[in-house]
């Protein structure tokens, strides 16, 4: 089998990617150990002593996935090692690490002196959570309200296997302590499943990759107890139906399904080993071995074919829709969640898997394109936090998780996309080289003496590739190079080796070949890429733009404010808000193809922008300029338009939309929407006094306590003599209550602002109260006081003309 190239043997030398990686490593070392093992020692019986836990998904007060990060952590943690050159940095890292995994190994040693009939458990939260998902009854008071148990367990395991995995040449005493941990927890995991009477029950919550994690510690240590333990976890039935090519996954949440397939695969990579097979499978068992391949394989394609977005990346709410729809999903349902980025990074290791079974090109290129799509495209470069979803339609931003109050499964995933850049890079097979990713790096090949070095322009895709020595006193072994073309290459993409074109050399299986490549080499790589138009598969006029490997996102250049608002969902999570005034179309004078043809044939390509590149769309009506999709951080964006001819119905009913939301921005003086106890607020000279803010369906808020008031300062200069509109916006759930405001310090004008139950009001209670207002001076100051009582919440302060 085809083997991925080991992460330690590649050098990044891409500054970009290099500043990705940073980012995260400085964040894994902004984290404790301690604080994570807070609830562990809670369970163990073990004094935590003055440390208090991480908040968000590790909280244990209300609904949580305590633990979970912690996994993610300690992986992330054994993959930055092997990637880290500076010794200072390195040390600290394996300190987490130690602290990390010491911490476990005492979690659980203790948990068996006072639990020996369940020894070997190590979690965050008490086994009765486990009960919960096997359908046993338990009383409220007793619950540990633990959404997905296994899902949590899942990670930790899967951290520890990956510290032996990774780590056992470098650091072995760890690493193996790692293991020795990961096994006691998989016998206490068998000993569990075996006295189920019924084990289908807790198949049907969320449980990450626990088959996967199982069949890898059953490889290990050929236990077969892991083996029987993986096997539980194996939902056979849906791996039939996939295996039959069916298309059932509408409804499905896609992040718990992902992981099982791969589990699935694994069960199927291990046993291609025959002497494995005979020893541990029945006939019947080998027989069927088959068949969990075929899953696999059947729904990448269906997921790929048929449910996935430009980027690389799926779903809609975390869940596949129907076939086909990303149209429908991402602008009649809400876009601000479409493609969670856990999906990505699971595609990933399953896409990973099955190009090593199969040497089949296509899933390199998939994987090209979702790791700068999706995964580079999931970091904020200035702050290092990263995205849960990636809106697609026009007019959201990107979303970052806050570091130390949220950690959101897709920020567990991230820290170990983060820390695994050159992994996939390269693969081989005895003296094959596939070279997958084309970023600047170097790696070394030990067994054949080898340094093979890729510099170059990923601007406009052109390397070079130069081979020489390891240890210039020995003999090197040539090596067979596997290029790949990717898909997006143009026709007139060429090769060079040694001065000499290698055009027809291309290989059935879209590699370029290269025999007996030696020190002393060169390889010259200039791929062409074109910039194309890609339509959904449910509406051929919603475009979104590829430009070579980069999907493009469209920002619009008109003075349009941005607001990086969201609003909570899920349990802490946070989705962007569409802003109703940013275009989401493309008007073009010209009919559908003959647009098209004008964009393949004249858009401009800017190679000296701040970004990679900026491409401008020639004539059409909007204003927008096209970067990278992954480069987009600050600012709103589309990646999906719907492309529109100019005068047409559709444009008409469009633009009045956009007409009416443009006139209210247009006749706002001033507002405030963001009650942030920070820079927005701020911005208006907030005072304040027994105040505080919060956030309600998707709005922040300010209120007084009893007695309290707040107040801000809004600059009307040139303004002030206007008729103008005070506006609030208030929420029926706080009727009977009342404030009582004062323009400019005057409290003859006082006016009280109360809350009535009869205003007519959206449908999550929200309704705007109105005042006239004729302010004379160039500030307007608003003072708001409570009386004897709590205040209403105001959720925005808009000032406009009338
Ligand atoms: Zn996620």
Redo the contacts with the bound molecule.
């Keep these: 089998m085809i083997q991925p190239v080991r992460m330690n043997n590649i050098k990044i030398l891409d500054n970009e990617i290099l500043h990705f990686q940073k980012n995260t490593i400085s964040y894994l070392l902004s984290l404790e150990p301690k604080k994570f093992l807070y609830e562990f020692d809670k369970i163990s019986g073990i004094d935590p002593g003055d440390v208090t836990g991480y908040a968000g998904w590790e909280r244990s007060d209300k609904v949580n996935f305590r633990g979970h990060f912690f996994g993610h952590y300690v992986l992330a943690l054994s993959q930055a090692i092997l990637m880290v050159d500076d010794k200072v940095v390195r040390e600290k890292l394996v300190s987490k690490l130690e602290d990390s995994v010491n911490g476990l190994y005492d979690a659980q040693t203790n948990y068996a002196k006072l639990h020996p009939e369940s020894a070997g458990y190590v979690s965050a939260f008490k086994e009765i959570a486990l009960d919960e998902v096997e359908g046993k009854n338990i009383a409220d008071e007793d619950k540990e309200n633990v959404l997905v148990p296994w899902y949590d367990l899942h990670k930790i395991l899967a951290g520890l296997l990956a510290t032996y995995t990774n780590l056992k040449e470098q650091l072995p005493e760890i690493s193996s302590k790692a293991l020795t941990i990961a096994k006691r927890f998989g016998e206490y995991v068998y000993n569990r499943l075996i006295q189920l009477t019924y084990s289908d029950y807790m198949l049907k919550i969320e449980y990450g990759g626990m088959n996967d994690a199982l069949y890898q510690l059953f490889e290990i240590t050929l236990n077969a107890h892991f083996l029987t333990a993986a096997e539980y976890f194996d939902e056979v039935t849906l791996f039939e139906s996939l295996a039959e090519n069916k298309d059932i996954l509408s409804g499905k949440h896609a ?1 718990t399904t992902i992981p099982k397939l791969i589990g699935a695969l694994h069960r199927y990579v291990i046993f291609t080993d025959q002497e494995l097979q005979n020893k541990f499978l029945d006939t019947k068992q080998q027989t069927k071995l088959m068949m969990y391949y075929q899953a696999a394989k059947n729904f990448w394609d269906i997921v790929v074919n048929n449910h996935t977005y430009i980027n690389g990346d799926n779903s809609q709410e975390e869940h596949f829709r129907e076939p086909s729809a990303l149209y429908h999903d991402a602008e009649e349902l809400d876009g601000g969640q479409t493609c ?4 990505a990074y699971n595609m990933l290791k399953l896409t990973r898997l099955l190009f090593t079974i199969s040497g089949d090109k296509k899933y390199l290129d998939y994987y090209e394109k979702t790791y700068i799509n999706t995964i580079l495209a999931s970091q904020n470069p200035e702050t290092g936090m990263m995205t ?1 979803f990636q809106p697609m339609a026009a007019g959201y931003t990107k979303v970052y998780n806050r570091p130390f109050t949220e950690f ?3 920020t ?2 991230g820290i170990e996309n983060f820390t695994k850049l050159s992994d996939s890079c390269y693969f081989k097979k005895n003296d094959q080289l596939y070279v997958n990713l084309y970023f600047s790096n170097e790696l070394q090949i030990t067994e054949n003496n080898l340094v093979i070095k890729l510099r170059g322009n990923k601007q406009r895709n052109q390397f070079d590739l130069t081979v020489s020595k390891l240890d210039s006193h020995k003999p090197a072994n040539p090596i067979q190079l596997y290029l790949r073309k990717p898909n997006w290459a143009g026709s007139d993409s060429a090769l060079l080796h040694n001065g000499q074109k290698l055009e027809s050399s291309v290989n059935t299986d879209g590699f370029w070949q290269i025999s007996d490549l030696a020190p002393g080499d060169e390889v010259k790589i200039n791929f062409a890429m074109n910039l194309n138009v890609v339509n959904a598969p449910d509406n051929k006029k919603y475009v979104a733009l590829q430009y070579g490997p980069y999907v493009l996102a469209g920002r619009a250049n008109s003075k349009i404010e941005q607001q990086n608002l969201d609003h909570p969902g899920g349990v802490l999570v946070r989705m962007a808000i569409r802003d109703d005034t940013f275009p989401r179309t493309i008007t073009s004078e010209v009919d559908f193809s003959s647009w098209q043809r004008q964009v393949e044939n004249e858009a401009q390509i800017d190679f000296a922008s701040d970004n990679l590149i900026k491409v401008t769309l020639p004539h059409i009506a909007e204003d927008y300029d096209f970067i990278p999709y992954y480069q987009v951080y600050k600012s709103r964006y589309g990646v999906y338009f719907e492309w529109q001819k100019a005068g047409s119905r559709e444009a008409k009913r469009r633009r009045m939309k956009l007409e009416q939301a443009r006139v209210i921005k247009e006749n706002t003086i001033a507002d405030l929407i963001n009650f942030d106890n920070n820079n927005a607020e701020f911005t208006y000279q907030l005072v304040k006094d027994n105040s505080e803010v919060g956030d309600h369906w998707g709005h922040t808020y300010r209120m007084a306590h009893k007695n309290g008031s707040f107040g801000y300062i809004f600059d009307l200069q040139g303004k002030e003599d206007s008729n103008l509109e005070l506006s609030f916006l208030l929420n029926n759930e706080d009727a009977g209550k009342q404030l009582k405001f004062r323009v400019n310090d005057n409290p003859a004008d006082d006016k009280i602002l109360s809350v009535s139950s009869d205003e007519t009001v959206d449908e999550v209670g929200f309704y705007t109260k109105k005042f006239h207002i004729n302010p004379k001076e160039p500030q307007l100051k608003l003072d708001f006081l409570s009386d004897g009582q709590d205040s209403p919440r105001i959720f925005e302060i808009k000032i406009m003309r009338k």
């Design positions: 992040n969670e980025t856990c999906n849960y959101w499964c897709c567990g995933t």
